[in-house]
């Protein structure tokens, strides 16, 4: 008697979720998305524009200074964590294309104003 292909494909499925729970408990805390630093402020205080941007610049070189301090950890030996490097080199490339990208649009934005007719 043959089996089904639906208890196969329901036991390859719970097979499936039961590998991902256990990868996910080993997963280190540090890889994991943090909460946007500028959505846990007072949303009650102003916040410039300028403050804004200074902020963000602020956590873009945090990313770009750990990403490379890991980076050098594992090229000198120190550390064996290539993942977590590689992790952290992304998390810096990603937030500065949209730092790049956030700039081409205030630029585009005020040559466009620069533009209008008094």
């Given at each position: 008697?043959?089996?089904?292909?639906?208890?196969?494909?329901i036991s390859?499925?719970q097979?499936?979720?039961?590998?991902?729970?256990?990868?996910q408990?080993?997963?280190?805390?540090?890889s994991?998305?943090s909460?946007?630093?500028?959505?846990?402020?007072?949303?009650?205080?102003?916040?410039s524009?300028?403050?804004?941007?200074?902020?963000?610049?602020?956590?873009?070189?945090?990313?770009?200074?750990?990403a490379?301090?890991?980076?050098?950890?594992?090229?000198t030996g120190?550390?064996d964590?290539l993942?977590?490097?590689?992790?952290?080199?992304?998390?810096?490339?990603?937030?500065?294309d949209?730092?790049?990208?956030?700039?081409?649009?205030?630029?585009t934005?005020?040559?466009?104003?620069?533009?209008?007719?008094?």
């Amino acid at each position: 008697m043959a089996s089904h292909p639906i208890h196969n494909t329901i036991s390859a499925e719970q097979l499936m979720l039961s590998k991902m729970d256990a990868m996910q408990s080993v997963i280190q805390p540090e890889s994991a998305i943090s909460a946007n630093p500028l959505d846990t402020e007072n949303i009650t205080s102003s916040l410039s524009f300028s403050d804004a941007m200074m902020n963000v610049l602020d956590s873009v070189n945090q990313y770009q200074s750990l990403a490379s301090n890991k980076m050098t950890a594992v090229e000198t030996g120190q550390s064996d964590d290539l993942v977590g490097a590689m992790i952290a080199s992304q998390k810096a490339s990603l937030s500065f294309d949209a730092l790049m990208q956030v700039r081409n649009k205030v630029v585009t934005s005020f040559e466009d104003i620069m533009k209008m007719p008094v």
